[in-house]
């Protein structure tokens, strides 16, 4: 499986963008790239995924790069309620739902 | 939709003894994976059930075992505790499983191995 490299910690501001990186520069050409987030004590929670083109749900947006090697997870307007840990992770190429998970990035949001 | 539902939420086992935990995933869901979450190894695969069958594996000794049964609901077993096996465990449901699919994940099972 492709590994993942984010930063440990960032902090954002409430009301502002808040951008998430994750580089994946051995990342395969079917390979997924997901994220995932989990609050304190609960169980993760999906957010968004995408192969090549860059993704939008109701939660956030997606940046992957033409080279597929990084991405960016975009929370538009962070709240307090988004501080979580957030898990960039590159889907198993066995193409079983198998998560490998690293040790994600702390988002602190504040007000 | 009901989500992903692990029972019990918490659970204090000796060493020694065995324990099963159970988890239901969200209807119409096939896939069923298992994770154990701790603070020194972080979110590690288990193993992973679709129809019934085992699919996939992590790097768990023997002592760690599943079953699905044929509404999909899933079971893990974990024999012989030991004092490392205290974690959160966490069981996640999708659809047909593979690549282009969103796992839900329950709230866990926090066993405590004394």
């Known amino acids: 499986d492709a590994k993942t490299t984010q930063p440990p910690s960032m902090d954002c501001a409430e009301g502002r963008a808040a951008n998430l990186p994750c580089n994946h520069s051995?990342?395969?050409?079917?390979?997924?790239v997901y994220w995932y987030r989990q609050i304190h004590s609960q169980g993760p929670q999906y957010i968004i995924h995408g192969l090549k083109n860059n993704e939008t749900n109701e939660m956030a947006s997606l940046i992957i790069t033409e080279d597929r090697k990084s991405s960016t997870l975009i929370l538009p307007h962070a709240t307090l309620r988004d501080t979580a840990v957030y898990y960039c992770i590159v889907s198993a190429s066995s193409g079983y739902s198998t998560l490998t998970f690293g040790k994600g990035t702390m988002l602190l949001v504040s007000p | 939709k009901a989500g992903v539902t692990q029972t019990p939420r918490y659970l204090i086992k000796t060493r020694g003894q065995q324990v099963t935990l159970s988890c239901s995933p969200i209807s119409g869901h096939r896939s069923v994976s298992w994770y154990q979450q701790t603070p020194g190894q972080g979110l590690q695969f288990l193993f992973e059930?679709?129809?019934?069958?085992?699919?996939n594996k992590g790097n768990f000794p023997g002592r760690f075992s599943g079953r699905q049964f044929s509404n999909s609901r899933s079971e893990m077993n974990v024999s012989t505790l030991e004092l490392g096996d205290s974690a959160l465990y966490l069981c996640?449901?999708?659809?047909?499983?593979?690549?282009?699919?969103?796992?839900?994940f329950g709230q866990g099972t926090r066993l405590t191995v004394v």
């Open positions: 996640a449901s999708s659809l047909e499983g593979g690549m282009n699919t969103e796992a839900f």
């Open positions: 051995t990342i395969s050409g079917n390979e997924y």
């Open positions: 059930y679709f129809s019934e069958t085992q699919r």
